[in-house]
């Protein structure tokens, strides 16, 4: 994305609505084949949003979405928005949300280059409304849904409880699982191994189905 890798030179994102139809744009060419979406935390939201644009405008539908460590859209969040704050205050947060290694958090010249990219994450996520929608309900050939909902989530993670990824139940009409696993919010590198086994035996049975 803008601000990272080979575009570092372009200012990243800082609205969901820009954002969302980047992604969508990027990957029309790939979508000619059955797609699934995986995202964690902010990329959670991003992925239901891109999979909501792709449903409104162009009848495509991904055949499982997996969110992980991120409450549902329609529950409004309870934490003062940080993508202002002056910085020392700002590495305080992000240093909270044990996100950034602490190499990283001190390490001024790199946290230069990182800061923009961090700041403009958080206004998508903090300047974001959410539009309610028809649950999604993805059909594929012969008119048979396939596509349900997989969530995530840490045992130990502060920022995003059991019942509000069991809230996200209601963003779908059709198959709909929970897992935790231990770890924090960032359970997906401390449990990186079993998550990935749940989403391959996922993936399988959908190539099966289909």
Request: hydrophobic content about 45%; some cysteine.
């Amino acid at each position: 994305m803008p601000g990272r890798l080979s575009q570092r030179h372009i200012p990243p994102f800082s609205r969901m609505e820009s954002l969302v139809n980047a992604i969508a744009f990027s990957l029309l060419p790939n979508l000619e084949k059955p797609f699934a979406f995986f995202g964690h935390s902010m990329g959670g939201l991003v992925s239901f949003e891109v999979a909501r644009f792709l449903r409104a405008n162009y009848n495509l539908h991904p055949t499982h979405l997996f969110i992980s460590g991120r409450r549902p859209p329609q529950i409004a969040g309870t934490i003062a928005p940080i993508h202002a704050l002056p910085l020392p205050e700002f590495i305080a947060q992000l240093r909270r949300l044990n996100g950034t290694p602490t190499a990283v958090l001190e390490n001024a010249e790199l946290m230069q280059i990182l800061v923009p990219i961090l700041r403009a994450d958080f206004a998508v996520l903090e300047n974001y409304t959410y539009i309610d929608e028809p649950p999604l309900d993805c059909a594929i050939a012969q008119a048979r849904p396939v596509t349900g909902f997989a969530i995530f989530g840490g045992l130990e993670d502060k920022e995003v409880s059991y019942e509000q990824l069991a809230a996200w139940r209601v963003q779908t009409i059709n198959s709909f699982q929970l897992q935790m696993f231990r770890g924090d919010h960032f359970f997906l590198h401390s449990a990186q191994d079993v998550l990935l086994q749940s989403l391959s035996e996922q993936l399988l049975i959908e190539k099966t189905e289909v």
